[in-house]
């Protein structure tokens, strides 16, 4: 997988971890195929201002939020291999790590979890559906010594 970062934020993670963090939710989704190694993903680091923006326009929500996807929609006859596009807003991860007592690195990992499951095509909106995700996110996370987020 070929992924893009950006960084307009000085509250990130470095950037190997955010990368790490990606390949291996990328790699890891149970009956998934494997991405293609040439399948290109963008990742920006936010501040609350742009994500604010970002949660507005798409979601209608004027607040920011911890973490935006969007997955890649291709036009009818238009083949590109692209996954889509992950936002992560440094401050609400920072606050939200610190509001649940959770490690601030295993909050990051699992908010980039959380949006490569979306761009996967898992979503929360259902009960059933955020069942589903909610495992598989706590599987992936387990496999890499993250306890679970939702028990803290």
């Not at 293609?36 to 936010?46: A, F, G, H, Y």
């Not at 326009?57 to 238009?78: A, C, H, I, W």
């Not at 991860?93 to 499951?117: C, F, N, S, T």
Request: proline content about 7%.
């Amino acid at each position: 997988m070929q992924i893009e970062l950006q960084i307009d934020s000085s509250e990130s993670p470095e950037p190997d971890s955010i990368i790490a963090w990606a390949e291996w939710a990328s790699g890891e989704i149970l009956d998934f195929p494997a991405l293609n190694p040439q399948t290109e993903l963008s990742i920006q680091v936010i501040d609350e201002t742009a994500m604010q923006t970002l949660n507005h326009q798409f979601r209608d929500k004027n607040k920011p939020t911890n973490v935006l996807s969007f997955p890649y929609e291709p036009m009818p006859g238009v083949t590109l291999d692209l996954l889509g596009d992950i936002a992560l807003c440094a401050p609400v991860i920072q606050r939200e790590a610190a509001e649940q007592g959770k490690p601030l690195m295993d909050h990051w990992a699992h908010m980039l979890v959380h949006g490569m499951l979306h761009l996967r095509g898992f979503d929360h909106i259902e009960d059933e559906e955020a069942e589903v995700m909610e495992a598989l996110e706590i599987e992936l996370l387990a496999k890499h010594g993250i306890q679970n987020p939702y028990e803290r």
